[in-house]
């Protein structure tokens, strides 16, 4: 079977979601080769191999149809489809089910002191995030026009350092929020790790191998969702 028929699926390399993708898999019955390339590993049992890469490039990689399948949060999947609002006709992606991990919520947060009466309160605000097309796409919504700062960590420590007025971030817990005195005043979107699949069109191997697989997570989203 050549590397063309084999089913190629994204996953995050290292952080959050890294370790729930892979147990996710191996609950599906995939068995990992041992192997010293830790962008790439064959499934030794099924003609699978996954691909090890950051969360951010999961949603292109797929729409492109360099992977087939690839597990990613929301938020990034929608942050990414905002990018590219204005653009190109390439397919979009399908989301095949959500997997109940990773869950968090992109939120708008003011420090304690600061009043929020609704989007208005934005007006002129210097807002910090790493999420700026979503966070354009409620500025629009709501017809409020204020600046947005893209910084790609440690968002929350933007006000305290004079470098914005408020913040709009990702929430779990809430205590980043809370350390920094900070409190959730609106919430953009609800997020959790979701399984997103290519547009491009298959051969005969990979349906066969997309079966099996979307068979076995469905039994096991189903177990989880029961228990
Ligand atoms: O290197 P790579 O680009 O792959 O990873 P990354 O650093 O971009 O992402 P990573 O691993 O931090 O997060 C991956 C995904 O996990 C996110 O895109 C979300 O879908 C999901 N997720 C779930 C979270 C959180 N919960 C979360 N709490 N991502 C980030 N956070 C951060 C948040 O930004 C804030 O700084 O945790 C802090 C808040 O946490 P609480 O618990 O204090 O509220
Ligand atoms: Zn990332």
Redesign the pocket.
């Known amino acids: 079977m050549n590397a063309l028929s084999r089913l190629r699926i994204a996953i ?7 370790s729930d993708s892979l147990e996710l898999l191996s609950r599906c019955g995939l068995k990992l080769a041992a192997s010293s390339n830790s962008l790439f590993n064959r499934v030794e049992n099924l003609p699978i191999d996954i691909l090890f ?5 999961i949603p292109s990689l797929v729409r492109q149809g360099i992977c087939d399948l690839g597990i ?5 999947l929608l942050e990414e489809f905002f990018s590219r609002e204005t653009q190109d006709v390439t397919p979009e992606v399908d989301t095949v089910a959500q997997l109940g991990f ?3 919520r992109l939120v708008l947060a003011f420090p304690f002191a600061k009043s929020f009466q609704g989007p208005a309160s934005l007006q002129g605000l210097r807002i910090a995030t ?1 999420y700026p097309y979503l966070l354009r796409q409620y500025l629009r919504r709501a017809e409020v026009e204020a600046e947005v700062m893209t910084i ?5 420590i933007a006000p305290q350092l004079g470098m914005a007025d408020v913040v709009c ?11 920094n005195n900070l409190k959730e005043v609106d919430e953009l979107i609800q ?3 979701v399984l997103i699949k290519t547009k491009v069109s298959w051969g005969p191997e990979k349906l066969e191998s997309f079966a099996v697989l979307q068979g076995r997570m469905a039994s096991i989203l189903e177990t989880a969702i029961n228990t």
Do not use: F, H, I, Y
């Not at 390399?13 to 890294?18: A, D, E, I, Q, V």
């Not at 890469?53 to 490039?57: A, E, I, L, M, N």
């Not at 971030?169 to 350390?179: A, I, M």
């Open positions: 995050q390399k290292s952080g959050r979601l890294n890469v950051r969360d951010d490039d990613v949060g929301e938020n990034v990773s869950r968090c790493s790609s960590g440690s968002v929350e971030d990702l929430v779990s817990t809430g205590r980043t929020l809370k350390e997020s959790q790790a």
